[in-house]
C-alpha cells in the first residue's frame, strides 16, 4: 500500500481506507484476513488477489504462519518472492 500510494495518487485524492475483511478457503477450513484499501479501489493485493477465494496449498501454511507472527502483508510478499 506504501508503493501504491505515491505522490501522484496522493494529489489526485487518493489515500488509505481502512482495512476490509475476506474469507478464503484453505486444506483446513476457512480463514479471514483483513487487507488494506485505498478510496479510489485502485489497489490490487499481490498475495490474494481481489476476488480469489481459494489459497494454493503450498502457500496457506506458509502465509497464515507469517501473518500470524504479524508481519505485514508487504512482508509477507517480499519473503514469498525471495523463496
Not at 9 to 29: D, L, P
Not at 58 to 79: E, K, W
Request: net charge positive.
Amino acid at each position: 500500500m506504501e508503493s501504491h500510494l505515491n505522490e501522484n495518487e496522493r494529489s489526485n485524492g487518493n489515500k488509505r481506507y481502512g482495512k476490509g475483511q475476506k474469507t478464503i478457503k484453505i486444506s483446513s477450513g476457512k480463514v479471514t484476513i483483513e487487507t488494506p484499501q485505498d478510496r479510489q479501489s485502485t489497489f490490487n493485493p499481490q498475495i490474494i488477489k481481489k476476488r480469489e477465494t481459494i489459497l494454493a496449498d503450498n502457500l496457506a501454511p506458509q502465509i497464515i504462519g507469517l501473518y500470524g507472527r504479524g508481519m505485514s502483508l508487504h512482508d509477507i510478499t517480499t519473503h514469498i518472492k525471495e523463496m
